[in-house]
């Protein structure tokens, strides 16, 4: 009785605005830090990972930098970076890592010895061909993918040598590309009698629209540096100095490039990633409350009052 007259009675206003906050901050942190498959859509995780640690071979690699940046590297040279079960474990991993470096601001994701990554390792894949095992790669993929877009770190894909089938999916899920002259981002999903699976479709679609992406796929097309830059789906193009002595690797182009955007406090660049990300991900309404919660993370922290104190001008 008592329960039925409180469900009755209005809720106060600050308690619809609890209840309201409570939904769009979980379906932040579900977009955000979370995974898009669990256990309620059949899926286990650690099922997979047992499956997946049968395919040896290769490492990732992350070297986390006093700078803020850090280093994730495909190491797989012999197999042209191309991932293993083991490396997909690996980079799951790695993700976790990055999303509990309270110091991080920023991560390029690179490929070992001068090129990006050739996609899944086509011997674990011709191994685990039967359908079952190929969603459950597929899911465990699209979860670390799309946990490595979300981090609160803003992240590169340096592009050296060739990006093929998964490794064009991976750097989807970067914030931007960076292309050395002569490396190619190619979709090679249709001439293997596939479609990318990793969440590659969905994130270029967002990236350069559904007609270039259909050209993309639908071709197959290898994307140069010039043609990457023309349709958005790379920010920038390494230099090629030929004076070797003064050349910058692509690692350091990517990481100064990358500094104009990290510079700052770890907590302030954190909260510039997140508030684009709720734009990204979130109805406009949800966007703006989360935005204003985000905002009240940073206001009044130490580099806003800091930033107060010195009367900074904006010249
Ligand atoms: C998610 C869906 C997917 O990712 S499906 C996989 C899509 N990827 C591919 O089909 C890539 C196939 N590989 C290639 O096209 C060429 O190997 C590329 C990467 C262009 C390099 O050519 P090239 O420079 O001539 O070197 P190569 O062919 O001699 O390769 C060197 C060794 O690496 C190996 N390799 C290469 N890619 C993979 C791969 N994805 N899986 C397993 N092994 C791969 C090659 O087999 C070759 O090995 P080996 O020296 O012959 O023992």
Redesign the pocket.
């Given at each position: 009785m008592t329960c039925r007259m409180v469900l009755r009675a209005p809720r106060p206003r600050f308690l619809r605005s609890i209840c309201c906050f409570g939904s769009w901050a979980r379906q932040l942190q579900r977009q955000s830090s979370g995974s898009v498959y669990s256990s309620i859509h059949g899926f286990s995780q650690e099922e997979i990972k047992e499956k997946l640690q049968a395919f040896p071979g290769g490492s990732i690699d992350l070297l986390k930098q006093d700078s803020g940046i850090a280093v994730l590297t495909i190491n797989n040279p012999?197999?042209?970076n191309?991932?293993s079960g083991a490396m997909m474990v690996d980079l799951e991993e790695k993700v976790t890592q990055l999303e509990n470096w309270t110091d991080g601001k920023g991560v390029i994701v690179q490929g070992a010895a001068q090129?990006f990554c050739?996609?899944?390792?086509?011997?674990a894949?011709r191994a685990m061909s039967n359908s079952q095992d190929g969603m459950k790669m597929c899911m465990f993929?699209q979860n670390t993918l799309t946990r490595l877009l979300r981090l609160p770190l803003i992240s590169v894909a340096l592009v050296e040598g060739?990006a093929?089938?998964?490794?064009a999916?991976l750097t989807t899920a970067c914030d931007f590309r960076l292309m050395a002259s002569g490396s190619v981002i190619q979709f090679?999903?249709k001439?293997?009698g596939?479609v990318?699976?990793?969440g590659g479709a969905a994130r270029l679609v967002t990236l350069v629209g559904s007609r270039n992406a259909l050209k993309l796929l639908g071709g197959a097309v290898k994307v140069d540096s010039d043609l990457g830059v023309h349709i958005g789906l790379a920010d920038g193009v390494l230099k090629v100095d030929l004076d070797a002595a003064r050349a910058e690797t692509g690692l350091q182009q990517a990481e100064s490039w990358l500094s104009q955007y990290t510079k700052g406090p770890a907590p302030v660049i954190k909260a510039v990633k997140k508030v684009v990300l709720s734009g990204r991900e979130l109805s406009l309404s949800d966007a703006l409350r989360t935005e204003k919660d985000i905002f009240g993370t940073v206001w009044g922290g130490p580099a806003n009052l800091q930033a107060l104190a010195s009367k900074s001008k904006h010249k």
């Amino acid at each position: 009785m008592t329960c039925r007259m409180v469900l009755r009675a209005p809720r106060p206003r600050f308690l619809r605005s609890i209840c309201c906050f409570g939904s769009w901050a979980r379906q932040l942190q579900r977009q955000s830090s979370g995974s898009v498959y669990s256990s309620i859509h059949g899926f286990s995780q650690e099922e997979i990972k047992e499956k997946l640690q049968a395919f040896p071979g290769g490492s990732i690699d992350l070297l986390k930098q006093d700078s803020g940046i850090a280093v994730l590297t495909i190491n797989n040279p012999p197999r042209m970076n191309a991932f293993s079960g083991a490396m997909m474990v690996d980079l799951e991993e790695k993700v976790t890592q990055l999303e509990n470096w309270t110091d991080g601001k920023g991560v390029i994701v690179q490929g070992a010895a001068q090129t990006f990554c050739s996609g899944s390792d086509l011997n674990a894949v011709r191994a685990m061909s039967n359908s079952q095992d190929g969603m459950k790669m597929c899911m465990f993929m699209q979860n670390t993918l799309t946990r490595l877009l979300r981090l609160p770190l803003i992240s590169v894909a340096l592009v050296e040598g060739n990006a093929l089938g998964g490794g064009a999916e991976l750097t989807t899920a970067c914030d931007f590309r960076l292309m050395a002259s002569g490396s190619v981002i190619q979709f090679v999903h249709k001439h293997m009698g596939l479609v990318p699976g990793w969440g590659g479709a969905a994130r270029l679609v967002t990236l350069v629209g559904s007609r270039n992406a259909l050209k993309l796929l639908g071709g197959a097309v290898k994307v140069d540096s010039d043609l990457g830059v023309h349709i958005g789906l790379a920010d920038g193009v390494l230099k090629v100095d030929l004076d070797a002595a003064r050349a910058e690797t692509g690692l350091q182009q990517a990481e100064s490039w990358l500094s104009q955007y990290t510079k700052g406090p770890a907590p302030v660049i954190k909260a510039v990633k997140k508030v684009v990300l709720s734009g990204r991900e979130l109805s406009l309404s949800d966007a703006l409350r989360t935005e204003k919660d985000i905002f009240g993370t940073v206001w009044g922290g130490p580099a806003n009052l800091q930033a107060l104190a010195s009367k900074s001008k904006h010249k």
